[in-house]
């Protein structure tokens, strides 16, 4: 999974005084996705860092203006530009932005990694520059990776939402879904954001019996993913069928929801997400 950059560490302690230094990598966000340095003859795209933005060896200038520290992964640190002029300045050649889903390809993976969960925390301080209790322009706090109100005092955090992600099992058959909002072009498990007042293993039973019309039972939990293409934690679980195989297929979610034969499921050619590792541990007899 994406997560998975052993031997590396993640530091996700939050330390606002840390200052860049050229070696430092530098993420920067806007619309278009996120922003890489392009090799003219070979192609390849790498993680700017604040050195290439330098100018004369002088460390005046835009890249290290309005940065702020994110996270490191060993002794890389990665920052945050936060110049809202700063893509406009951004030379026309070597530089080119990518969609974020890019990154579900993007070697090294630790790197992929690192560039999608600055993705989530970028995307936290931009919806939140303003109080929404009253109003005012929020500002950092100094103590902990959240936003605060100077006016009211509330405090925002960023966003993770629970999610439950499901194997559910026949025998020897799956089922697999195709979304139908979706542009992925891989069956996928049944999955579904945790409601207020639910426990994860609620949210289970009721997606299956939504999306698939299918009663499970023997829920157990598989492991966890901090999934931030999405602001998601991710809570795998497997579960056996309950009763009549019979699927009602939710049209206003899915094009299809079928069982697949165990020698009949196919993966995605990457193993980036807890979803694609089921169905791999499912095709190989592991799960």
């Not at 992964?73 to 300045?89: A, C, V």
């Not at 049944?190 to 997606?207: L, S």
Request: aromatic fraction near 12%; charged fraction near 25%.
């Amino acid at each position: 999974m994406i997560q998975e950059i052993s031997p590396r560490k993640f530091h996700c302690e939050y330390h606002p005084e840390k200052k860049p230094v050229p070696d430092s990598f530098l993420l920067c966000f806007d619309k278009r996705g996120i922003l890489f340095r392009v090799q003219k003859d070979t192609g390849r795209h790498d993680l700017p860092r604040i050195r290439d933005f330098m100018t004369s060896g002088s460390t005046d200038t835009d890249a290290l203006s309005q940065v702020r520290y994110l996270f490191s992964i060993d002794e890389n640190m990665f920052f945050l530009t936060e110049n809202p002029d700063f893509s406009k300045s951004i030379p026309a050649e070597g530089f080119l932005f990518e969609p974020l889903l890019f990154l579900r390809t993007y070697e090294p993976q630790y790197l992929a990694f690192a560039a999608v969960t600055g993705s989530q925390i970028s995307r936290f301080y931009r919806s939140h520059r303003f109080c929404g209790r009253c109003g005012k322009a929020m500002i950092h706090s100094e103590a902990e990776r959240a936003m605060v109100c100077p006016g009211c005092g509330l405090t925002e955090y960023p966003k993770i939402s629970p999610a439950v992600i499901v194997a559910v099992r026949d025998g020897n058959r799956l089922l697999l879904t195709q979304n139908k909002r979706s542009t992925y072009p891989y069956r996928a498990l049944i999955a579904g954001f945790v409601e207020i007042g639910e426990t994860p293993e609620d949210t289970v039973h009721r997606e299956v019996m939504e999306e698939a019309g299918l009663r499970v039972k023997n829920v157990r939990l598989y492991k966890m993913q901090p999934w931030a293409f999405s602001d998601t934690l991710m809570i795998g679980f497997t579960a056996d069928l309950d009763g009549s195989d019979k699927i009602t297929v939710q049209k206003s979610e899915l094009t299809d929801a079928s069982w697949f034969d165990r020698k009949d499921v196919s993966s995605a050619p990457f193993n980036i997400s807890i979803g694609h590792e089921m169905i791999t541990a499912f095709k190989n007899g592991e799960l």
